[in-house]
């Protein structure tokens, strides 16, 4: 089942009065599955435990509904609780191998990496998939570290591409200022031609405002889904 999951456009969820407003974020989220996002990261900094359990479950299944998977930024025990189907770990979160014991092989582990040192580390203990960024500058996260741009992740997806193995398999997203505007580049640049020796292509992209922050959601969604799937690639 998560060998099967569709990456092209993964939503990561922001609760915050900046993105959210004072809308209700099941219900963003609903319109955003209305619009064809394939997968939900729950993403919520401030929430008390209590809550993102409760918020965790009425998303899963709201996601169910739509046959897309559920993950929990930074907190394996609230995936466990909610009985979702995966975590998202950044480098300050568990380690990828102490959540892989606790959550077991069929649950879905991805982990944000910003170097090909971290995609390293991340892939070799046992990470399905890659959030790589931060792509762009964004004001939806101040504190990254690092912007990366096209050719870091390029960078990134060159070497998991000649590590081969289980860097070869692992699935990837770039993440950090995509929206309707760049997303179709964004996209070219990071599909590699079938027949050139260039990097493994990029799995789908992550994100937060370009979709939460929308006037219309649904709408929204839609828009990037058709951008992608018009997107000119090499494939
Ligand atoms: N990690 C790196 S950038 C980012 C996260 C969670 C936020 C991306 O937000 P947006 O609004 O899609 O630029
Ligand atoms: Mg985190």
Avoid: W
Avoid at 26 to 53: F, P, W
């Amino acid at each position: 089942m998560k060998d099967q999951v569709d990456y092209s456009l993964y939503l990561v969820t922001d609760s915050t009065e900046a993105i959210l407003g004072s809308r209700d974020l099941v219900q963003v989220v609903e319109q955003a599955l209305l619009g064809g996002v394939t997968v939900v990261q729950y993403r919520d900094k401030t929430s008390d435990t209590g809550d993102l359990i409760k918020t965790g479950k009425a998303l899963h299944e709201k996601c169910r509904k739509h046959n897309v998977p559920l993950v929990i930024n930074d907190r394996v025990d609230v995936a466990l609780a909610v009985g979702c189907e995966g975590v998202h770990l950044g480098q300050d979160d568990m380690n990828v191998s102490e959540a892989r014991k606790l959550l077991g092989d069929d649950k879905i582990i991805g982990a944000t990496v910003s170097s090909i040192e971290e995609a390293r580390i991340a892939v070799e203990r046992g990470a399905d998939y890659l959030g790589i960024g931060t792509l762009y500058a964004t004001s939806t996260k101040k504190n990254t570290k690092d912007i990366i741009g096209i050719n870091g992740i390029r960078r990134i997806l060159r070497y998991l591409d000649t590590k081969g193995g289980a860097s070869k398999n692992v699935k990837t997203v770039c993440i950090g200022g995509v929206n309707a505007l760049n997303v179709q580049r964004v996209h070219y640049q990071l599909h590699a031609p079938s027949d050139a020796k260039t990097p493994k292509s990029i799995d789908g992209v992550a994100v937060v405002s370009a979709i939460i922050g929308a006037e219309d959601v649904e709408q929204a969604a839609a828009n990037l889904k058709t951008l992608l799937s018009t997107s000119p690639n090499f494939i």
